[in-house]
């Protein structure tokens, strides 16, 4: 009988990451999705949802911006499934505000120190943590893939087209941000580059969804959200890499 394939989606107590556990783990039965999420109250109650229906999650705590916690995260996976097929980057956040900071100055540096650390370091950290587990998946004859996602604010190409959807957007520290990640991913697509096969590695765009991320004021569900992303996680030896997507098509770099 062949082993189930494991995949780990951070982020995933709610919105966007929850409804990709839930499609993956109901479209794909032979995969075992581990559901991480910084609360251990709020990933475990989540799990708890999907499993109800008869379906197979797992919770995980793993805070992207805590190195600890990434690391003990790690260790938990390679003591139970001693590999990791898919890497779901979900996690990230919009806004922040610092109850310390007093000036206005204060408040946008701590805002764009937070908003970096969790979308673009805290992904670096958690996929560079977890690449070893991967790398143990090639025994298994999959391609392992990696998923980060990302949002056509982040593409530059809109972003200098007097007419491209976003040129307008001034949510600079979140657009800056996901550029940033465009580009991170990058780095492993160049990495993995010569080994197409086994690695498909790509960004995805989930829409602009009705989620906490946006206040609720998205026009999409999360359940569409969850499309492409799914996609993406299951692709197979013959299925593209390098690319920047939403469940409609390509998005320009």
């Known amino acids: 009988m062949a082993s189930k394939t494991v995949a780990l989606i951070t982020g995933a107590n709610q919105g966007i990451g929850f409804e990709t556990a839930k499609r993956l783990s109901k479209e794909h039965p032979d995969y075992i999705v581990i559901m991480a999420g910084r609360r251990k109250e709020a990933i475990e109650e989540a799990a708890k949802k999907?499993?109800?229906d008869g379906l197979t999650v797992e919770p995980l705590v793993l805070d992207v911006g805590s190195d600890d916690s990434i690391e003990a995260a790690v260790q938990a996976v390679q003591a139970k499934h001693g590999?990791?097929?898919?890497?779901?980057?979900?996690?990230?956040?919009?806004?922040?505000?610092?109850?310390?900071?007093?000036?206005?100055?204060?408040?946008?540096?701590?805002?764009?120190?937070?908003?970096?650390?969790?979308?673009?370091?805290?992904?670096?950290?958690?996929t560079d943590a977890f690449l070893p587990l991967m790398k143990k998946s090639l025994e298994t004859n999959k391609p392992?893939?990696?998923?980060?996602?990302?949002?056509?604010?982040?593409?530059?190409?809109?972003?200098?087209?007097?007419?491209?959807?976003?040129?307008?957007?001034?949510?600079?520290s979140?657009?800056?941000?996901?550029?940033?990640?465009?580009?991170?991913?990058?780095?492993?697509?160049?990495?993995?580059?010569?080994?197409?096969?086994?690695?498909?590695?790509?960004?995805?765009?989930?829409?602009?969804?009705?989620t906490n991320l946006n206040g609720n004021r998205g026009y999409d569900t999360a359940e569409n959200g969850s499309i492409n992303c799914v996609r993406l996680a299951t692709l197979g030896p013959d299925g593209e890499t390098a690319t920047f997507s939403n469940r409609q098509g390509p998005i320009p770099w």
């Not at 200098?160 to 040129?167: A, M, N, R, S, W």
């Open 50 to 52: 999907l499993q109800a």
């Open 83 to 126: 590999r990791l097929d898919v890497l779901i980057n979900n996690a990230g956040i919009s806004n922040y505000a610092d109850p310390k900071a007093t000036s206005a100055a204060a408040k946008a540096r701590a805002e764009w120190a937070e908003i970096i650390n969790i979308n673009v370091s805290g992904v670096a950290a958690v």
């Open 174 to 210: 979140y657009t800056t941000s996901k550029a940033a990640l465009n580009m991170l991913a990058w780095h492993y697509m160049v990495d993995f580059e010569d080994d197409k096969a086994n690695w498909k590695i790509n960004c995805n765009c989930p829409g602009y969804c009705a």
């Open 144 to 172: 392992k893939r990696i998923v980060f996602v990302s949002s056509t604010l982040g593409s530059m190409a809109y972003k200098v087209d007097p007419k491209g959807q976003c040129h307008a957007n001034v949510a600079r």
